[in-house]
């Protein structure tokens, strides 16, 4: 039986499954080259269809990751703001009105469209729970019976954050926290204070910018912005930090009296914004860290589930598993919105309809892929040269490659769900270069110095580079890099000495895995940088993504699949 689950809104995308089992996921952007697309993902539900080889008429079930009616709160904190600043209520209400009317009482017409645009269907439709479908994507693909949930975001419908427990096939809800208090809507505030832009995802921004700061701050957030509210809960004070008039680069006389004016957009970055991001990503940490205590003394489950925009935060993630008793972790990869698709199919399967759960989710190649033959016709149509080889040449000569300073596109297999590149749609280079990292970013990437990059490490060999074993396939926690590594692989550590690793297995990614085998062999260094191929765009998706990138930008060879092309 198959059942298509839908993000509609920011970060839309489509995830196909089949008797639990998932068949294809994509986020929307991929296919219409628009980062954090927004609005109905057609084309990721036709690709989604495609892969399976079906039609709509073959869809028992579609969920969507919203219940569009639940309307009231939003309301209810448009006139609540209007008693603290007029200007708060013009800036909820502009938004509100517009949103309630474009956005979500259009959600009620899905079941038409979907057979407007994809034909006749007999297809049942549901409106889930925002929330419960993070969670959803959390736990029924973590393989644990039972977990201990966390979901965190911005906002679903009026909830923020939920806590629950998953047993089999159930998610029983602990506690909710609702509107205006939100962690991702205060880190979004906070992207916007310095000078980012929440909308284009920056947050990733402020994260990175933090290793470089101190916490000078940390006192005003957590005295004024963010405090506890009992054991299980926060308070966020939107007269001192309002996600609203953030939005609009507005900010109150509170924060600017506390930390001076906004950076705008074109200012130069010093100290002080450091701190700042260092002071707001600390009290993040900690109150997560509160929760998540809580969480475990409430439930005294071993096993902890997360999902949420928030949990993309993976350096409140490692704290999370370094300092708190849970024993066992899955952070879903497509943590953001995009991983709501995934949920809403989940929970229409196993939580509605009582299906035995079957599937771990081991990797997150879930997306299109294409034959080297494919590959081929779309080099020869670039009038590019390529040479094509076996893997037991190409992978050596690949490695080779990078080992002598080169930057490479590869692109292999079916492309990853979630906003990371795991190895079938990234660029990859030399970890032990101290320079790699300022030319990644500045001649490659195009983007700011600060942005950390990551390695793609054999899970063989997590002990000798962390002095601990560690596993997480889908680079989603940051760690402490042992002392003594560090200095062999400088441009994927750090400035505070951490790592974010991707473990890569034999058995989910082997032909990656060899790759990696092939850099050890010639380095003794059993990793990869890996940052995602992408140049200010979403990560390309098909072959002649690739190319295009290739042609537009500044990076030495080409990989797309058994086809080498050299650059220059
Ligand atoms: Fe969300």
Not at 111 to 133: D, I, S, T, V, Y
Not at 253 to 269: C, F, Q, S, T, V
Not at 446 to 465: C, D, G, H, N, V
Request: net charge neutral; proline share 5%; hydrophobic share 40%.
């Amino acid at each position: 039986m198959y059942i298509l689950g839908l993000t509609t809104l920011g970060d839309a995308a489509a995830t196909l499954i089949s008797d639990g089992a998932i068949v294809a996921a994509a986020e929307e952007e991929r296919f219409s080259r628009v980062k954090h697309h927004s609005g109905f993902p057609y084309e990721a539900v036709r690709y989604c269809l495609k892969e399976a080889g079906i039609g709509i008429g073959d869809v028992a079930h579609i969920g969507l990751y919203w219940k569009p009616w639940v309307i009231g709160h939003k309301a209810f904190q448009a006139l609540r703001s209007g008693l603290i600043s007029p200007q708060m209520f013009r800036a909820r209400m502009d938004r509100g009105v517009r949103e309630i009317s474009d956005s979500y009482l259009g959600m009620l017409g899905y079941p038409g469209l979907m057979r407007k645009h994809f034909g006749p269907g007999k297809f049942r439709f549901h409106f889930l729970e925002h929330h419960r479908c993070h969670a959803a994507s959390a736990f029924l693909v973590s393989g644990f019976p039972r977990a201990a949930i966390a979901t965190w975001d911005g906002t679903g419908e009026d909830t923020t954050t939920l806590f629950s427990l998953g047993d089999d096939l159930d998610i029983r809800m602990l506690k909710r926290i609702k509107l205006p208090h939100s962690l991702g809507q205060f880190y979004s505030a906070v992207t916007n204070f310095l000078g980012f832009d929440m909308f284009a995802g920056d947050e990733w921004k402020v994260m990175g910018l933090a290793a470089y700061g101190e916490p000078q701050y940390y006192d005003f957030f957590a005295q004024r912005v963010l405090t506890p509210n009992g054991s299980n809960d926060f308070h966020l004070d939107i007269r001192v930090l309002d996600h609203h008039l953030a939005k609009r680069y507005k900010f109150s006389d509170a924060i600017k009296k506390d930390l001076g004016a906004p950076r705008r957009p074109e200012e130069e970055l010093t100290k002080k914004h450091w701190d700042i991001a260092a002071s707001a990503q600390k009290v993040l940490e900690d109150t997560a860290l509160r929760l998540i205590n809580w969480l475990h003394g409430e439930t005294g489950e071993e096993n902890l589930c997360m999902a949420g925009g928030v949990a993309l935060n993976s350096v409140m993630n490692g704290r999370i598993m370094t300092e708190t008793p849970f024993k066992r972790y899955f952070i879903q990869p497509a943590a953001g919105d995009a991983g709501c698709s995934l949920g809403a199919a989940l929970l229409i399967c196993h939580t509605l309809l009582k299906q035995p759960r079957r599937v771990t989710m081991e990797h997150a190649y879930f997306g299109p892929g294409f034959t080297s033959v494919e590959c081929a016709a779309a080099l020869r149509e670039s009038d590019l040269k390529f040479e094509t080889l076996p893997d037991r040449e190409l992978l050596p000569r690949v490695a080779r490659l990078i080992a002598d300073g080169a930057i490479i596109g590869w692109f292999q297999g079916r492309m990853e769900f979630g906003p990371r590149a795991l190895g079938c749609r990234s660029f990859l280079a030399d970890p032990r270069r101290n320079d790699m990292r300022e030319l990644l970013n500045s001649k490659v990437k195009l983007r700011e110095w600060f942005r950390p990059l990551a390695p793609s490490m054999l899970e063989e060999a997590t002990e000798k580079i962390f002095g601990k074993p560690h596993r997480d396939p889908f680079m989603i926690t940051v760690l402490s890099v042992a002392e003594t590594q560090r200095a062999a692989i400088p441009a994927v550590v750090h400035v505070d000495g951490t790592a974010r690793p991707q473990t890569v297995s034999k058995k989910t990614n082997p032909r990656y895995w060899q790759l990696i085998s092939e850099f050890d062999k010639l380095t003794g260094v059993p990793m990869l940088l890996n940052t995602s191929f992408n140049v200010q765009e979403p990560i390309v998706c098909s072959p002649k993504d690739a190319i295009k990138t290739f042609r537009n930008a500044n990076f030495d060879a080409l990989v797309l699949e058994n086809h080498l092309v050299l650059g220059g």
